[in-house]
């Protein structure tokens, strides 16, 4: 979009602006949505902090639970709560074993956006445990209210 001194942003001008704004909000949303829900996953549910390469499109959390098993987190800053907050991929819905698996995959895939060496550890372990033997927990928060609730898949 070049514009010169004084120019009228015509009506694509306004459109592109406005979807640059509603795109920004929804990463800002996410990112904040991510960082409260971890807060809350180590002050509330007890979890630890698992060390990983955060990457677009990939897990938001990933912790350890008292006994040291991994618990997968997912965060969710939305009207929708608990399983209806989740989204569809054509991997499966997410959470799923399938969507689970086909994610620890792409971490363990040097070729892979989503592979580095720690992340390939995670996956890795993800992969021998099995995706339906790794707790994965949706943690919500309603923007309006800020009440937070907690739903367990496995």
């Known amino acids: 979009m070049g514009q010169c001194c004084g120019k009228i942003p015509s009506d694509e001008d ?14 800002y949303q996410g990112d904040l949505g991510e960082s409260a829900v971890s807060e809350y996953a180590v002050n509330e549910l007890g979890l630890n902090a698992e060390y990983f390469d955060k990457v677009p499109h990939g897990f938001d959390g990933v912790f350890r ?3 040291g098993k991994l618990v997968l987190v997912e965060a969710k800053l939305t009207e929708a709560s608990g399983l209806k907050a989740l989204g ?8 799923s074993v399938e969507w689970v698996e086909y994610k ?21 372990e993800i992969l021998r445990l099995g995706a339906e033997n790794v707790s994965f927990v949706v943690v919500h928060i309603d923007p ?3 009440q937070t ?6």
């Open 144 to 146: 309006d209210s800020l």
């Open 88 to 95: 569809y991929t054509n991997h499966g819905r997410e959470g």
């Open 149 to 154: 609730d907690v739903t367990t898949l496995r």
């Open 104 to 124: 620890a995959s792409l971490m363990c895939d040097p070729t892979s956006s989503m592979y580095t060496p720690d992340n390939a550890k995670i996956g890795e």
């Open 65 to 67: 639970n008292g006994l």
């Open 14 to 27: 306004a459109k592109n602006i406005r979807d640059s704004i509603e795109g920004l909000q929804k990463q």
